[in-house]
């Protein structure tokens, strides 16, 4: 069965404190792995996608990797208006994706 | 203006009650979606739909339907609304090509 898990399920930092977010998938014919930001009560807001292993994105202070298994998403020197929900999604063919339940981050300043 | 806009926004109904969730886009998009959104079980796929005589079950279809009107509108009916049907409702749409697939801003839906 495809699986999508994202760890943690929560993460606090302080301003400045940079972090890494895990997805771990386990799919097969995998054609892409998304990442999207969502802020409370607002639509998932696409980030990045990521298409064959060693492949890297980065935007901002966010930089996504991907390896057979897994996704990493990077943040370095959060600032608080990073905090949000992040939601990594698998593409298996027929445009649909397979949601993990998402990270969320919790930037103090 | 909203590339995908969502009507209503918010909306409580009663168990039995049918209600309907409506989607445009101005994307020009082929491809469009509904997910669900519960807290600790993420999104779920619920209908999607390729083109306007085109329509699949997601994941969750049971106890919804779907009505794709035209290209830019697609939109969900609750038969008869029961509470556990109280969730985020987004509609979504994707080009042919990127595989990239973008929200619009949800309807939250409260069922009593």
């Known amino acids: 069965e495809d699986q999508v898990t994202q760890s943690p399920e929560a993460l606090r930092l302080q301003e400045g404190e940079s972090s890494s977010l895990n997805c771990s998938y386990t799919?097969?014919?995998?054609?892409?792995l998304f990442w999207y930001r969502q802020d409370p009560g607002k639509g998932p807001e696409f980030l990045f996608t990521?298409?064959?292993a060693g492949e890297e994105k980065e935007k901002e202070r966010l930089k996504a990797t991907l390896t057979k298994k897994e996704s990493f998403l990077h943040i370095t020197a959060p600032k608080p208006e990073d905090s949000a929900t992040y939601l990594c999604?698998?593409?298996?063919?027929?445009?649909?994706?397979?949601f993990g339940q998402g990270t969320r981050l919790t930037i103090n300043p | 203006d909203a590339d995908v806009t969502q009507t209503p926004r918010n909306r409580i109904t009663k168990t039995g009650k049918r209600i309907m969730l409506e989607c445009s886009q101005t994307?020009?998009?082929?491809?469009m979606y509904w997910y669900r959104q519960d807290p600790g079980l993420g999104l779920r796929l619920i209908y999607y739909?390729?083109?306007?005589?085109?329509?699949n079950k997601g994941e969750i279809s049971d106890g919804y339907s779907v009505s794709r009107q035209a290209q830019a509108k697609f939109s969900l009916s609750l038969e008869s609304a029961i509470p556990n049907q109280t969730a985020l409702y987004f509609c979504?749409?994707?080009?042919?090509?990127?595989?990239?697939?973008?929200f619009g801003p949800g309807t939250r839906l409260t069922v009593t």
């Open positions: 994307k020009g998009h082929d491809r």
């Open positions: 799919v097969s014919g995998l054609r892409g």
């Open positions: 990521l298409y064959s």
């Open positions: 999604a698998v593409h298996k063919g027929a445009q649909k994706l397979v």
């Open positions: 739909s390729f083109d306007v005589k085109d329509i």
């Open positions: 979504a749409t994707s080009a042919e090509t990127s595989g990239r697939i973008e």
